[in-house]
């Protein structure tokens, strides 16, 4: 079981004296890749226009764009709300990215409020991802956004 408080620490102290967004988008999503468990695929979708293009991540090669409103990840943008998807085959209009992802989340990132992009975590498992790690990554994400603001490079 993960413990998102302490990861939230983690990723506050490694984030907040850091200037430079696109240093603190690489460290963010390297540090929750490594400390959360069965994930195979974890990266930022950054907001250009109205598509979603790929960002700093960990795992297999992506999609690079990815339409505002299409698939998980253009979803949540679009909604402004989490997608916590139990089995992305069964999600329509999920877009295949990694044949071995079953589950899916995906958290809006909005700094100063205003959407910049979506943070994208996917399993090999089905159900990987409960309320409880919902409510423990958007936690991450509000953390992340919150030392976005007045950051210079990225998005």
Known sequence: MTDYKLLDSQAEALLRDEPDALANAANFVALLYNALE?????GIYVLRGDELVLG???GQPACVHIDVGSGVCGTAAA???TQRVPDVHEFPGHIVCDAASRSEIVVPL??????VGVLDIDSPSPDRFS???QAGIE???????????GRTGFP
């Open 38 to 42: 069965d994930v195979n695929w974890l």
């Open 79 to 81: 909604t402004l709300e």
């Open 56 to 58: 700093p991540f960990q």
């Open 131 to 133: 309320a409880e790690d």
């Open 139 to 149: 936690r991450l994400c509000a953390t992340y956004c919150s030392l976005q603001s």
């Open 110 to 115: 909005i700094v100063d409020g205003s959407l």
